[in-house]
Structures are given as C-alpha cells and as structure tokens.
C-alpha cells in the first residue's frame, strides 16, 4: 500500500516588498567586489572569482568591472556572456550566513575604449578606484557592464527574496 506524500515544506522566499528593493539596490550600489561565476570556455565547468566592481556615471544601478582580456573570466564571458554575482560581506560580528547578501543572474556587456561612454565610466572608476590608475590605460583593460536579469536577495535569517530586474532600479 502505497503512502500519501507527507506535508510539503513552507515556501521560505517571502513576497518582494519595499524594505527587500531597498537593500538589494543598497548592496548594488555599495559594491565595491564580488565574486562571479562565469563558464569556463574550455571545460563548461563553472569557475568562481573575485573582481572589483563600481557604479556606473549614469543613474540608476549600473553595475561596472574593469577587467583585463588577458583573465580567465573575461575568456569566459567573451564566450558566454551569462553569469553569476555574489554581492554583500558578512560584518564584524556573528554567523556570516546571517548577514545579507545577493546572488544576481547578469548578462555582460563589453565596453570598449571606442564606446562613447568609455571616458565617463573611466572616470567614475578611477573615482572609486583611484589605484587602479597604475593598469586603467593599459590597452588589454576594459569594462564589462552587468546587467542585472533576476536576483535572490537573502536579507538576514528568514528574509528571502527573489527580485526582477525592474525590483532593483
């Protein structure tokens, strides 16, 4: 004889609200480094890695990295402009698995020094990054634009979200 299925388990993603698009753009627009996941061209395998990252000059929640064509991420995104980006770092005190954080899916974008925005996305990243003056001119470094397409925000101990890109401008 055959079992009915037990009690299935509460839903823990809480409806998005206010308070969650808040903290989702607040942890956009304060990042400063994240890791991303990217496919590796060679093996499909998922690789994980750190990168800086910075606001764009224009409004809303751009998301920038300056990367070198020589890395192993920028491979991969060149291949497959799918990722992964892991937002947020646990603070001083505590488990870190209870401060927030954000895991986006974004789809890169290559901005090359002939884009037109490249001079005003160059000079809000050296604001932000001023030691990055010392490899910014070299000519194997540009930016890669990441545009945010879903997002599952983990707010603190029971407080999960899952985001759309309009939730996060």
């Not at 000059?57 to 920038?64: H, K, R, T, V």
Request: charge should be positive; avoid cysteine; charged fraction near 20%.
């Amino acid at each position: 004889m055959s079992q009915a299925p037990g009690p299935s388990p509460a839903n823990p993603i809480r409806p998005t609200d206010e308070e969650a698009r808040t903290l989702a753009r607040e942890l956009i627009a304060g990042a400063r480094f994240g890791a991303i996941g990217t496919l590796d061209p060679a093996t499909g395998h998922p690789v994980v890695t750190r990168i800086a990252l910075g606001p764009g000059p224009g409004p809303g929640n751009e998301i920038l990295t300056l990367v070198s064509g020589l890395s192993a991420h920028t491979k991969a995104l060149r291949a497959d402009p799918r990722a992964g980006l892991l937002l947020g770092e646990p603070g001083p005190k505590g488990d870190p698995l209870t401060h927030p954080r954000l895991s986006l899916q974004v789809e890169a974008r290559p901005i090359h020094r002939d884009d037109p925005r490249f001079a005003a996305m160059r000079a809000r990243w050296l604001a932000d990054h001023p030691k990055s003056k010392l490899y910014i001119n070299l000519p194997d470094f540009f930016f890669f634009e990441l545009h945010p397409l879903a997002a599952a925000l983990n707010g603190g101990f029971g407080r999960a979200y899952n985001l759309t890109t309009s939730d996060l401008v």
